[in-house]
């Protein structure tokens, strides 16, 4: 192909536009700019310091009525033979509060209700009893103890604390003690609710 450089001075310059070397710097240089241009503009969404802190309030002010846990107004005894697995709230916790099993995630609340057989499904799938075996102390899952959240009888259960760091951040990692720990006078939850039934008296030092 026929040359279409440019003489000047009795030297040959290649024109800017076929400098592979200065269009590769000046794409990186565009991406550079794009990059903090974004990061700037998502910085500018964040909350401030000032909303975090008046959202973690207000989530402290309602993590207990908005997260009720179904055995506190059933008598303390859970699900077990002849309770009835959809109670429903007292109107006096307010139409918007959740029911939750004591000792569940958030994350498994539809795996604890009754299947199309009334039964309930072991969480890793491996089994599959009545739903009124739910909590009736005694172990029936006994390779993850899922069906036992709220009872030490599975010592490999796993007890998942009412407080989540997510409730206020949105992220972290799920907060849970073995199911072997539930009610044995220790306070191992940071809001104490490992110990209902108990007088460990813990005192809740989550924030």
């Not at 503009?41 to 964040?46: E, I, K």
């Not at 102390?137 to 899922?146: E, I, K, L, P, Q």
Request: contains cysteine.
């Amino acid at each position: 192909m026929r040359k279409t450089w440019v003489k000047r001075e009795n030297i040959y310059y290649k024109p800017f536009y076929k400098d592979k070397s200065k269009m590769f710097f000046l794409l990186i240089f565009f991406v550079g700019i794009s990059f903090i241009a974004y990061q700037a503009f998502s910085l500018n969404q964040l909350p401030s310091v000032q909303q975090l802190r008046r959202k973690h309030k207000q989530m402290m002010q309602s993590l207990g009525s908005k997260q009720l846990d179904v055995d506190d107004f059933d008598g303390g005894g859970g699900f077990g033979p002849g309770k009835d697995a959809d109670l429903a709230v007292p109107a006096t916790q307010g139409a918007d509060a959740i029911k939750i099993i004591r000792g569940i995630r958030l994350f498994d609340y539809d795996a604890y209700k009754p299947n199309y057989k009334g039964n309930f499904k072991c969480l890793d799938g491996s089994k599959e009893i009545p739903f009124d075996h739910l909590n009736d102390n005694y172990c029936d899952c006994v390779s993850d103890g899922s069906d036992e959240p709220s009872t030490n009888a599975c010592s490999n259960g796993r007890f998942y604390c009412k407080y989540q760091k997510r409730h206020i951040t949105g992220r972290g990692l799920d907060v849970w003690v073995w199911a072997s720990r539930v009610n044995d006078h220790v306070c191992d939850c940071c809001d104490g609710s490992d110990e209902w039934t108990t007088n460990a008296n813990c005192q809740n030092h989550c924030a």
